[in-house]
């Protein structure tokens, strides 16, 4: 389950709290869109909300940061970035293991090596 | 016990100077990550899934210092990402060594062996080498063939160089308790000065969230795999903690015990959950709901956890805060038996 690509509709349903939290709990990059229309791409790494005034931080695209927003310069947040705890790169990992595994049983005629070390 | 006793003595003194101070709350090691890169992707680790620039950052060892100083734990391990990928990692470690903090370099030896040359042998720095099995279930973990055999010379040349070598392993459901105890000899004769175990934590970006273990699966792995240890077996943590693993101690998390600083400030409440940022550790200590952490509290993502970053400071906690529990350290450091 990944958040990637989506487009939250803030409004009666969503609040923008809400989005925050998403987006702060993704890793990945995502659009911050500003009240004024302007948009800009970053990473969110923290949020808070105690104060009287709630604010996000973020580091953008190129790595510079952190900049502070506040919530109420906030419009939207596109969830437009590649979602790095996909976990695309370790199932690739399991297939291949899975691949060599098969591989190596139809090689000695078994139907699948067995791993006596696990419990 | 794989502690020498000058670091003991340098906890000791520590705690009880806490205590007499009357502190409730105090910090026992600073978790210190200067960068979130890796030249590996393990299955368990929920640490370095971040977007590039994120990945390519690196915290100044100025930053670094100002953090060290100002949570000032006797103890410093630095995790990471791989810390051997930091580029000022030579300065860092001889800026600690100097200002007398115990340093962990917790690496996965991949470039251990190229780097060594980079520092110098001290009381004060270990190099913490994760191994999490015997080649096998050490290279699936790491989910990379051949780092197992990386690993074993990078070890020997540290250790034939006058360094303080240890090991780090991380263990998850599956893990035989049989192969664990060939591990622990086979890590012993390479010359580690000692062993660090913990049960791994489910953290919520890891790839693998199937294969974290429960507490009662805890507590029968680990009663298994130290039953009757070894008189060579020397572990190089606190052998409560290990009590505890095994069943014999029911403690509480202290989440506040390895407070935890990277390039995002000073993560809250704990080196395991990220839920927000501190700018100061003052506010960290002071702001962060400590009461909604621990198994007592609830938590859902506490209930599992018992992970060496939350507990092993309540061990040392107890060693000091009854003759009961000083009585039973030293009872089981003496003996040995767990």
Same mark, same amino acid.
Request: net charge neutral; hydrophobic share 35%.
């Given at each position: ?119 | ?191 580690? !000065?000692? %062993?660090?175990?913990? /049960?791994?934590?489910? $953290?919520? &970006?890891?790839?693998?969230? @199937? ?71 003052? !506010?960290? %200590?002071?702001?962060? /709901?400590?009461?909604? $952490?621990? &198994?007592?509290?609830?938590? @859902? ?38």
């Amino acid at each position: 389950m990944t958040l990637e690509g989506w487009v939250p509709e803030v409004g009666q349903y969503l609040t923008l709290a809400e989005v925050v939290e998403f987006a702060f709990d993704y890793r990945g990059n995502t659009t911050l869109v500003k009240a004024d229309g302007t948009e800009v791409v970053g990473y969110i790494f923290n949020r808070n909300t105690y104060g009287p005034e709630p604010f996000l931080e973020y580091f953008d695209e190129s790595g510079e940061g952190p900049f502070t927003l506040r919530y109420s310069e906030v419009a939207n947040i596109k969830f437009s970035g590649k979602d790095t705890a996909a976990g695309n790169s370790w199932r690739a990992w399991l297939e291949r293991k899975e691949r060599e595994k098969a591989e190596k049983g139809a090689a000695t005629g078994s139907v699948r090596d067995p791993d006596p070390h696990r419990g | 016990m794989g502690v020498p006793m000058s670091q003991m003595w340098t906890v000791a003194t520590y705690v009880l100077r806490q205590k007499l101070a009357g502190r409730k709350r105090y910090p026992l090691v600073l978790m210190l990550e200067p960068l979130f890169r890796c030249n590996l992707a393990c299955a368990g680790c929920g640490k370095i899934q971040y977007p590039a620039q994120i990945l390519r950052k690196n915290l100044s060892v100025e930053k670094c210092l100002a953090a060290v100083e100002e949570c000032g734990a006797p103890m410093v391990s630095i995790p990471g990402g791989e810390p051997l990928m930091y580029p000022d990692i030579d300065r860092l470690v001889a800026e600690l060594v100097k200002r007398k903090k115990y340093v962990y370099l917790c690496t996965n030896a991949i470039l251990l062996k190229e780097k060594l040359d980079l520092f110098t042998p001290s009381t004060y720095l270990s190099f913490s080498v994760h191994m999490d099995g015997l080649r096998d279930e050490h290279d699936e973990a790491v989910c990379r063939d051949g780092v197992y055999d990386q690993a074993v010379p990078a070890i020997k040349e540290a250790v034939a160089r006058g360094f303080r070598v240890t090991t780090n392993s991380t263990l998850f459901d599956g893990a035989s308790p049989l192969r664990m105890r060939e591990f622990f000899d086979e890590m012993m004769s390479l010359g580690v !000065e000692g %062993m660090m175990i913990s /049960p791994g934590y489910s $953290y919520s &970006k890891a790839p693998d969230q @199937e294969h974290f273990l429960l507490q009662s699966r805890t507590h029968e792995l680990f009663a298994r795999m130290l039953s009757k240890p070894k008189k060579r077996w020397r572990f190089n943590q606190s052998p409560l903690f290990l009590r505890f693993l095994m069943g014999k101690h029911d403690f509480e998390c202290t989440p506040w015990g390895n407070p935890t600083y990277n390039m995002f400030g000073w993560q809250r409440p704990c080196y395991l959950l990220q839920e927000g940022y501190t700018k100061t550790f003052r !506010e960290l %200590m002071d702001t962060t /709901p400590w009461e909604n $952490y621990g &198994k007592k509290s609830g938590n @859902e993502k506490c209930r599992d956890c018992m992970v060496h970053c939350g507990y092993e400071a309540t061990a040392v906690d107890y060693t000091f805060s009854s003759m009961k529990g000083f009585v039973e350290t030293v009872g089981v450091t003496l003996t040995g038996k767990l």
